[in-house]
């Protein structure tokens, strides 16, 4: 009796294993492996999941920099709810670094560097099942510029002051002051000229003609002559 009973609880557990085998092999049929997102644009490069301009890995993903920039800060045509993109301008003071497109379950990064000059046109989201789907979403990231040009000029302002103080004898003095703007000031250049002499009035007098006397003789001699005539007049009469 005891024979019957091994048998039975053998063929038991190899049914249960055969249910278990069963059971793992149409899980791996039903649920095959997902297949990588093809970027459908050799300038891009595909990445499953999702992420937006408020994901915290916004600007670092697919090596990305900066920070996010909005779609509004740009001039494009297409775009949300479009196949395709075309960026013509971009923010000013900024340099981009990249751009995000995103469509179903997966989005392309588009890296500055392979895209080149603007303009940047036929920006898609990648394939699914080989065919693009609609953009559902896409923003950039950028660094501003951050470069300060300082022009400075120093004037200089040159004040001139003359003093002229007179005695007898004569002389003049004149100082010169420069300033200026910077706080410095010049050295004060003093200039002293020679005194000119100037004649006394007293010794122009002393140098005058000296010989009045010969005038009062001259004088006594024109009279002593008018009355001799005076007196001869009066004999002949």
Known sequence: MRLPLRRSGLLGATAVAAVATLALVTTAFAQPDKPAPVSGDDRAVAYEDNVDIEHRDACTVGGLTGTPIAPGEFTFTGGVGKQDLDITAGPAGVTVTGVVVK???????????????????????????????????????????????????????????????????????????????????????????????????????????????????????????????????????
């Open 103 to 237: 469509g179903a379950e997966a989005y392309n990064v588009y890296l500055a560097a392979k895209l080149g000059a603007l303009p940047w046109n036929d920006l898609r989201s990648p394939d699914k099942n080989g065919k693009a789907p609609d953009i559902s979403h896409w923003y950039a990231c950028g660094i501003k510029d951050t470069t300060t040009t300082t022009i400075s000029t120093t004037a200089t302002t040159t004040s001139t002051s003359t003093v002229t103080q007179s005695s007898s004898p004569s002389s003049t003095t004149s100082a010169t002051t420069t300033t200026t703007t910077s706080g410095e000031v010049a050295p004060t250049t003093t200039t002293t000229v020679a005194p000119v002499p100037v004649a006394d009035e007293d010794d122009l007098a002393s140098t005058g003609f000296g010989s009045a006397w010969l005038l009062g003789l001259g004088a006594a001699l024109v009279a002593g002559g008018a009355a001799v005539l005076l007196v001869m007049r009066r004999r002949r009469a």
